[in-house]
């Protein structure tokens, strides 16, 4: 169905309501603390997952926001300060996660409600907290291993994210 985006195309939903969101939200005293609340309390609403992926939409704006208030220069100073910190916490969580710490990966997609997971307690948001700090951490590691310098693929590569999602729409036209 076109109102329920399934693959690689809710990104493209999703891209389109946080540019309408963003004019929102800049308007806010504390922007990305609303929105980091608002993702937590999308989970408790039964229904919104799939529909125009506006729960994902939801809980993803968070780390949209946070990319429109990062300035170039003070993230390139700050993941210099942090670097081995958020590289070892990226290796922890990755070697947990090899050795045998399960993680219900319907957490990670952002479409499924707490009761969906399996989470019927009137806390089930703080797990999602836990899942923007583990979310952030490893954003933050994955930043620190980027080279930042320009090179001859730079200007390519910048172009090939709407290329990649638009590929989805062709196969499964073509298929």
């Known amino acids: 169905s076109f109102f ?42 039964h229904g919104l997952g799939g529909w125009f992926s506006f729960s994902r939409t939801l809980v993803y704006f968070p780390f949209f926001l946070a990319g429109y208030y990062i300035k170039m220069d003070s993230i390139k100073k700050y993941l210099a300060r942090i ?17 045998g710490w399960k993680i219900d990966l319907r957490w990670l997609y952002g479409s499924y409600t707490y009761g969906q997971i399996g989470h019927q307690e009137w806390f089930a948001g703080i797990y999602r907290f836990v899942t923007y700090a583990f979310e952030g951490i490893a954003s933050l590691g994955l930043l620190c291993l980027v080279p930042w310098k320009y090179s001859q693929i730079t200007e390519r590569g910048k172009h090939t994210l709407y290329v990649f999602l638009i590929h989805g729409l062709l196969v499964k036209t073509l298929l």
């Open 4 to 45: 329920m985006p399934y693959s690689l195309l809710w990104f493209l939903f999703s891209n389109f309501f946080w540019k309408i969101l963003l004019r929102l939200f800049t308007t806010l005293r504390h922007p990305i603390l609303v929105s980091i609340l608002l993702g937590v309390i999308v989970g408790y609403i």
């Open 83 to 99: 670097r081995w910190f958020a590289v070892c916490a990226g290796l922890l969580i990755s070697v947990s996660l090899w050795l």
